[in-house]
């Protein structure tokens, strides 16, 4: 026997055994208690990383060591298609080859990155097995195979209807490039040094004025208030007012919201909800405010005599 370890030899002997015994398949062992992992589907768009080695390897430790106790294990393996990812990678590809997604139209550029996802896919599950990974391969799925669509909405309408998960409009990341919504984690922030823009917004009914100190100007029409800090006294006087947003004359009200930092810039602040995430969570504060007061004011309304509230 070689005293040093060659791993190569070692996976290349052993893994193809295992697979052609199905050793790691599951419901091989009738009424014993199962034993269920589905894999994290790593993304289809490229190679595995030690992220995944680790993950793996922590699965593939508890598989085998169940198996052991006599469980019927099933370790479900797959992979994900990872939408953006994928897409900037096809293009990419396309971009050296002169080619533009938009020229190609939908069906050819949806082909490309079906033959994209066979080769990268099958890279990806090579690895895995190298790694000897005991899933039961012979079940591998890919996140786009036909009814696992079915099975997802399936769950997420079960999961809603016991209160488990909700539904509600949410403030996404949008990419201009490829015109779809993309996750927090595929965002990058970056910090630059702004400019405060100062505009006179007037007050309806009024000859006053409130100063509004803004770093993106061009947010304005989608402004649906103006936010002062509850213990600024510059601005007590007009919480409640409207003003008449310029450009549009649209009239937004006045509100008061911790939002508002009195330090900054003039110590009221825009209000753009379908632009900025803390925005968003003042503009849901807004609504509140306002679904609680019309709630509280059809009730007094209820309790007021016929000639008083008609």
């Not at 007590?236 to 911790?258: M, S």
């Amino acid at each position: 026997m070689d005293k040093h370890y060659n791993p190569a030899e070692i996976e290349q002997k052993w893994f193809p055994h295992w697979e052609e015994t199905g050793a790691f398949k599951g419901g091989q062992r009738p009424g014993a208690e199962p034993y269920c992992i589905v894999i994290p589907p790593p993304n289809v768009t490229g190679s595995l990383h030690v992220g995944h080695a680790l993950n793996n390897t922590l699965q593939d430790i508890l598989c085998r060591f169940e198996r052991l106790r006599g469980k019927d294990v099933l370790w479900q393996p797959g992979v994900d298609h990872a939408g953006i990812a994928t897409q900037m990678v096809v293009e990419r590809q396309l971009a050296a080859e002169g080619l533009d997604r938009r020229e190609m139209g939908r069906e050819a550029f949806l082909e490309r990155v079906w033959q994209w996802k066979e080769e990268s896919g099958g890279t990806i599950v090579n690895q895995l097995k190298r790694l000897g990974s005991s899933a039961d391969w012979s079940r591998s799925r890919f996140t786009m195979d036909e009814g696992l669509s079915q099975a997802v909405l399936k769950v997420f309408v079960h999961y809603y209807r016991e209160g488990l998960i909700y539904r509600d409009k949410r403030l996404v990341n949008w990419d201009p490039k490829f015109r779809t919504a993309i996750s927090d984690l595929e965002v990058e922030p970056r910090e630059v040094d702004g400019f405060f823009w100062h505009f006179a917004y007037p007050i309806d009914g009024t000859d006053e004025t409130i100063t509004v100190a803004t770093t993106r100007p061009e947010t304005m029409l989608g402004d649906s208030g103006v936010a002062v800090h509850p213990d600024d006294e510059r601005y007590t006087h007009l919480i409640g007012k409207q003003v008449r947003l310029p450009l549009t004359d649209r009239l937004i009200p006045i509100i008061a919201d911790e939002h508002a930092d009195p330090e900054q810039g003039s110590g009221a602040v825009k209000i753009t909800p379908a632009h900025d995430f803390n925005d968003f969570e003042v503009g849901k504060r807004m609504i509140c405010r306002r679904s609680i007061f019309s709630m509280l004011m059809q009730r007094s309304m209820i309790r007021l005599p016929k000639n008083i509230a008609g």
